[in-house]
Nanobody, 121 residues
Framework: QVQLVDSGGGLVQAGGSLRLSCAAS????????MGWFRQAPGKEREFVAR???????YYVDSVKGRFTISRDNAKNTVYLQMNSLKPEDTAVYYC???????????????WGKGTLVTVSS
């Protein structure tokens, strides 16, 4: 069992930055791929970024060059550094964990409760 607690959301102006964190419980954190998803108001949840157990990363095109996912296995934590934020990045951001590589909601084994990011224009 893995429990995820995501945090770091808030209100920021367009062009600003935020760093989200996701703290995981459990001794097997390093064996999980970790991802971030987001759900904007009135829209379906979508994949944002993923980092594998080896550190390999994968991003949705709309955030490439602006967002960076990283992990610290010693701290059981994954981060999402978000720069050059845009109003369209406004959403609830969810941390997720999976044993196998997946960018699909259905492929995730565990979820955080989400943290709200609001980008004002």
């Amino acid at each position: 069992q893995v429990q995820l607690v995501d945090s770091g959301g808030g209100l920021v102006q367009a062009g600003g930055s935020l760093r989200l964190s996701c703290a995981a419980s459990g001794r097997t954190f390093s064996s999980y791929g970790m991802g971030w998803f987001r759900q904007a108001p009135g829209k379906e949840r979508e994949f944002v970024a993923r980092i594998g157990w080896s550190g390999s990363t994968y991003y949705v095109d709309s955030v490439k060059g602006r967002f960076t996912i990283s992990r610290d296995n010693a701290k059981n934590t994954v981060y999402l550094q978000m720069n050059s934020l845009k109003p369209e990045d406004t959403a609830v951001y969810y941390c997720a964990a999976s044993r196998v590589f997946s960018t699909s909601e259905n492929g995730m084994d565990y979820w955080g409760k989400g943290t709200l990011v609001t980008v004002s224009s």
